[in-house]
Nanobody, 115 residues
């Protein structure tokens, strides 16, 4: 059974920074690609970024140059460093992975960007 638990969300002012964490258990973490998604009110869930097992990364255009994904395989944790945040970054952020042909999601963590 795969479990993903996000943490680190909260209220941040525009231009500020926040770091999200996603702790994984029950899987061979180091061999899995990991992704961060977000869903804003009234909008569909969208892919923000992902990191491959080899450390390759990909970002949505809306966050390029501001967000950074990284992973610590020793801690079975993936991170999302969010810098220069904007009000439009407000959403519930989810981490996700695919293992043995099945998608797994965390419970989500709320990020609110507001002054």
């Amino acid at each position: 059974q795969v479990q993903l638990v996000e943490s680190g969300g909260g209220l941040v002012q525009p231009g500020g920074s926040l770091r999200l964490s996603c702790a994984a258990s029950g899987t061979i973490f180091s061999s899995n690609a990991m992704g961060w998604y977000r869903q804003a009110p009234g909008k569909e869930r969208e892919l923000v970024t992902f990191i491959t097992s080899g450390g390759g990364t990909n970002y949505a255009d809306s966050v390029k140059g501001r967000f950074t994904i990284s992973r610590d395989n020793a801690r079975n944790t993936v991170y999302l460093q969010m810098n220069s945040v904007k009000p439009e970054d407000t959403a519930v952020y989810y981490c996700a992975t695919n293992y043995a042909g099945r998608d797994y999601w965390g419970q989500g963590t709320q990020v609110t960007v507001s002054s």
